[in-house]
């Protein structure tokens, strides 16, 4: 069976960079059918698209964040990872990373638990 | 972008009733709609994707439909276990989800 689990700190300051990590187990990173992806909540708010990438290295990201984002994979540690720029308060989100199928409808499957990231001096 | 709103933002209903939620796209995503599922302290679950195929697990009681921009899901009778928030998304123009939809026990 296949899990994601989101790693990282949970604190970071003002205008550093936030980095997350996204293991994933039980499947492979390398499969053509999927995009890896991240999906933020702010506290009691909706969902927002991050972006995501393929194997191929192919990456999708959100235009709000472009700017500041980096979607990376490793296929040799299956894992793939977020950076993201220039944090500000409005960055403090719960964080999911999620298996996107690619079908006719991009849709997402198995998510990670979330993990907490505060940006907070 | 393109706006995906839910409506209504919360639905009081008791168990057993019918729930009929509602998401209504700015622009035609055709059928590629999908919707989750989320309960507190939990990652959100896909329950539909294309409109309305049932995603694997997914209960009889859930249903979607629709196409273009408006679009419903269904939960037929509910549970107790069905009290939760309910996002659609969309990824015919980028990738949006809705605002939600929370159902409450009356």
């Known amino acids: 069976q296949v899990h994601l689990q989101e790693s990282g700190p949970g604190l970071v300051k003002p205008s550093q960079t936030l980095s997350l990590t996204c293991t994933v187990s039980g499947g492979s990173v390398s499969s053509g059918d999927f995009y890896w992806s991240w999906i933020r909540q702010h506290p009691g708010k909706g969902l927002e698209w991050i972006g995501y990438i393929h194997y191929n290295g192919n990456t999708y990201y959100n235009p709000s964040l472009r700017s500041r984002l980096t979607i990376s994979i490793d296929t040799s540690n299956n894992h793939f990872s977020l950076k993201l720029t220039s944090v500000t308060a409005a960055d403090t989100a719960l964080y999911f990373c999620?298996?996107?199928?690619?079908?006719?409808?991009?849709?997402?499957?198995?998510w990670g638990r979330g993990t907490l990231v505060t940006v907070s001096s | 972008e393109l706006v995906l709103t839910q409506s209504p933002a919360t639905l009081s209903l008791s168990p057993g009733e019918r729930a009929t939620l509602s998401c209504r796209a700015s622009?035609?995503?055709?059928?590629?709609l999908a919707w989750y599922q989320q309960k507190p302290g939990q990652a959100p679950r896909l329950l539909i994707y294309?409109?309305?195929k049932r995603a694997t697990g997914i209960p009889a009681r859930f249903s979607g439909s629709g196409s273009g921009t408006d679009f419903t899901l269904t939960i037929s009778s509910l549970e107790p276990e069905d009290f939760a928030v309910y996002y659609c998304?969309?990824?015919?123009?980028?990738?949006?989800f809705g605002g939600g939809t929370r159902v409450e026990i009356k």
């Open positions: 999620a298996r996107g199928i690619i079908a006719d409808m991009l849709h997402f499957d198995l």
């Open positions: 622009q035609s995503v055709r059928n590629y």
């Open positions: 998304q969309q990824r015919d123009n980028w990738l949006t």
């Open positions: 294309d409109a309305s």
